[in-house]
T-cell receptor, first 111, second 115 residues
């Protein structure tokens, strides 16, 4: 059973701080890793994808991948109240098209 | 550019009725996915299609659920008969498919309530 684990939160940070969201996965052959943002009552929105070990930056977002530790994280710099949402980690393994999602971490950014 | 389109956005029905959810994937995408999301179980993959062919339906909860993709631009998820435990948000997603082109893009979802 392939598993993706995230802390459910809520994670509360003050406006302007760095929010750090973490995710671990069980399938060692996983190849692709994604972070989705989901606002309450809305659908998941893809915000980051990462495929290689190391860091990938896109604006205020940085994804970090460590395949040896089976760990992927998302950093949000200069957090804004509009970043308040549930963040879903998703992992794709091997050659198939399936994504396994974690249950998400609820992030609250306080003004 | 149009994203994934789903209809209806909300559906309220009574137990035992047939429910049909519809999805139009992003043009040019050849993989389509149906998910169900609940508070208890999170986001679960029900079935996915590649080039209109069902590849994996292991997530379909039982025979009451069926899905079709008659062409590249349309898919349906049918529940017959519906039960209160089917109440959830159902998402359709599509992707280019294959290798690293498997970023999935979600539709707005259908919120289903079975009374």
């Amino acid at each position: 059973q392939k598993e993706v684990e995230q802390n459910s939160g809520p994670l509360s940070v003050p406006e302007g701080a760095i929010a750090s969201l973490n995710c671990t996965y069980s399938d060692r052959v996983s190849q692709s890793f994604f972070w989705y943002r989901q606002y309450s009552g809305k659908s998941p929105e893809l915000i980051m994808s990462i495929y290689s070990n190391g860091d990938k930056e896109d604006g205020r977002f940085t994804a970090q991948l460590n395949k040896a530790s089976q760990y992927v994280s998302l950093l949000i710099r200069d957090s804004q109240p509009s970043d308040s949402a549930t963040y879903l980690c998703a992992v794709n393994g091997g050659s198939n098209y399936k994504l396994t999602f974690g249950k998400g971490t609820l992030l609250t950014v306080n003004p | 550019d149009a994203g994934v389109i789903q209809s209806p956005r909300h559906e309220v029905t009574e137990m035992g009725q047939e429910v049909t959810l519809r999805c139009k994937p992003i043009s040019g995408h050849n993989s389509l996915f149906w998910y169900r999301q609940t508070m208890m179980r999170g986001l679960e993959l029900l079935i996915y299609f590649n080039n209109n062919v069902p590849i994996d339906d292991s997530g379909m909860p039982e025979d009451r659920f069926s899905a079709k993709m008659p062409n590249a631009s349309f898919s349906t998820l049918k529940i017959q008969p519906s039960e209160p435990r089917d109440s959830a948000v159902y998402f359709c997603a599509s992707s280019l498919g294959g290798g690293r082109g498997n970023e999935q893009f979600f539709g707005p979802g259908t919120r289903l309530t079975v009374l």
